[in-house]
């Protein structure tokens, strides 16, 4: 495993979560370098990215969480956040760090958000 995902769990609607994303490949010995990104993957549907960030700390969202996720990343920590607000139960998922575009070989085993009452 070269992408380690923690900080997901259960969560009432409206409430937060913040996920951590750690590189520990030496692959990613130039983090700094990639286009990191969180994907997510819902039951019954396939992977989509869902936020990014360049090296210079520009960010990029989807649609569906425009204005309620914000991500981060720490390159002398080789590490990548992903701070979830307003969350709805649509939003639940089994949640992924990887580079932008993917590495196939660097896939973690994510970290699941649930979001119920």
């Known amino acids: 495993v070269y992408l380690e995902e923690s900080g997901g769990g259960l969560v009432q609607p409206g409430g937060s979560l913040r996920l951590t994303c750690t590189a520990s490949r030496s692959i990613f010995s130039v983090f700094r370098g990639y286009v990191m990104g969180w994907y997510r993957q819902a039951p019954g549907k396939q992977r989509e990215l869902v936020a990014s960030?360049?090296?210079?700390?520009?960010?990029n969202y989807a649609d569906a969480v425009q204005g309620r996720f914000i991500i981060s990343r720490d390159n002398s920590k080789k590490r990548v956040h992903l701070k979830m607000n307003t969350l709805k139960p649509e939003d639940t998922a089994v949640y992924y760090c990887n580079t932008v575009p993917d590495s196939p070989d660097s896939w973690g085993h994510g970290t699941h958000v649930t979001v119920s009452s």
């Open positions: 960030v360049t090296a210079s700390g520009s960010t």
